[in-house]
């Protein structure tokens, strides 16, 4: 089976946007290209791959609905306000259809809890419960790796909530990740987090 996911975890990891427009190019299936435009639209900004967003219909399993929900939810941070409410609902029912289907797919959880970390606390949003998530997250990559998540995902992520926290030791726990000489998405995001 050939498949983006066969390389996208490298080629995000390396902040290769053009690998990944390739990739979105060859993208055979809805699954696919939702997946592909997840990971290139946080590199590239570009609007033309959160524009005419597929329709729910074409999702398929809870993966489906995490990567669209995060979509929506990339759409909702680029819309002008008037936007924001209907483009920020429709993300968060999408995520919680994935989540119905299966609460413990690595994409769902990986999402969720992206999404807490950035939604505002007056909308739910919870820099606690998305490291809780992150961390389970952690947890089931290492029983059951997944293509288009890199294991070293979520340890970043961890660092990022623990520092937004306030957490003692983060600098500790950044400098152990970057001995461990990251990729350079994620070298360039612990040393000049956004």
Request: glycine content about 6%.
């Given at each position: 089976l050939m498949s983006p996911t066969d390389t996208l975890?490298?080629?995000?990891?390396?902040?290769?946007?053009s690998g990944l427009a390739r990739l979105h190019a060859e993208a055979l299936t809805a699954s696919d290209d939702l997946l592909v435009r997840y990971r290139l639209y946080p590199?590239?900004?570009?609007?033309?791959?959160?524009t005419d967003l597929p329709d729910e219909t074409d999702c398929h399993s809870a993966q489906d609905y995490a990567l669209l929900a995060?979509?929506?939810?990339?759409?909702?941070?680029?819309?002008?306000?008037?936007?924001?409410?209907?483009?920020?609902?429709?993300?968060?029912d999408l995520l919680e259809r994935?989540?119905?289907?299966?609460?413990?797919?690595?994409?769902?959880?990986?999402?969720?809890?992206?999404?807490?970390?950035y939604r505002p606390r007056l909308f739910g949003g919870s820099t606690e419960a998305a490291l809780a998530g992150?961390?389970?997250?952690?947890?089931?990559?290492?029983?059951?790796?997944?293509?288009?998540?890199s294991p070293y995902e979520p340890e970043v992520w961890i660092w990022y909530c623990l520092r937004?926290?306030?957490?003692?030791?983060?600098?500790?726990?950044r400098d152990r990740l970057l001995a461990d000489h990251p990729p350079p998405l994620f070298r360039q995001f612990l040393i000049d987090p956004p």
């Open positions: 975890a490298t080629l995000y990891a390396d902040n290769d946007a590199l590239t900004e570009d609007s033309r791959y959160i995060a979509l929506w939810g990339y759409r909702a941070a680029a819309a002008p306000p008037w936007r924001l409410p209907a483009y920020g609902l429709r993300s968060v994935g989540h119905r289907l299966d609460p413990g797919d690595p994409y769902v959880l990986l999402v969720e809890a992206q999404s807490l970390l992150f961390e389970k997250l952690r947890d089931v990559l290492r029983e059951h790796p997944t293509p288009g998540i937004k926290l306030g957490r003692p030791n983060t600098d500790r726990i």
